[in-house]
C-alpha cells in the first residue's frame, strides 16, 4: 500500500522560505519518479516540481522556477521541495505525488498524499 506523507507546511510572509517533505513507503522510485502539486481552492491542480528518481533530470512549473528547488533522499525515500521567495499566490494545499507518466511529470499524478498547507501572507 502506497503511503505519502507531507510535513513542513505553514504560514509565512511573502519573501518567506518553507522545506516541505514527504515520506514515502510502500513504493518505490528507485526507477521511477516524484513530485508535488499544489492547489488552491477553486483552481485547477498544478503540477509544481518533479525529478526522476536518478536525480538527473528536475522539472518545475514556469511559476516557481528558480524560487523553488525538488530533491530526495533515495536511501530514506525521502522527497523534499524547498520554497524561496515564496508569494501570496504560492498559497495552497501542497501534495506529494508520484506521476502517472515520467515523461510528462509535471501532468496526471496517479497517487498523493493528503497534502500540508502553505499560506504566504503580504
Known amino acids: 500500500q502506497v503511503k505519502l506523507v507531507e510535513s513542513g507546511g505553514g504560514s509565512v510572509q511573502a519573501g518567506g522560505s518553507l522545506r516541505l517533505s514527504c515520506a514515502a513507503s510502500?513504493?518505490?522510485?528507485?526507477?521511477?519518479?516524484m513530485g508535488w502539486f499544489r492547489q488552491a481552492p477553486g483552481k485547477e491542480r498544478e503540477g509544481v516540481a518533479a525529478?526522476?528518481?536518478?536525480?538527473?533530470?528536475?522539472y518545475y512549473a514556469d511559476s516557481v522556477k528558480g524560487r523553488f528547488t525538488i530533491s530526495q533522499d533515495n536511501a530514506k525515500n525521502t522527497l523534499f521541495l524547498q520554497m524561496n521567495s515564496l508569494k501570496p499566490e504560492d498559497t495552497a494545499m501542497y501534495y506529494c505525488?508520484?506521476?502517472?507518466?515520467?515523461?510528462?511529470?509535471?501532468?496526471?499524478?496517479?497517487?498523493w498524499g493528503r497534502g500540508t498547507q502553505v499560506t504566504v501572507s503580504s
Open positions: 505525488a508520484a506521476p502517472s507518466d515520467c515523461a510528462t511529470p509535471l501532468y496526471g499524478f496517479q497517487y
Open positions: 510502500g513504493y518505490t522510485y528507485r526507477h521511477y519518479c
Open positions: 525529478i526522476l528518481s536518478s536525480g538527473s533530470n528536475t
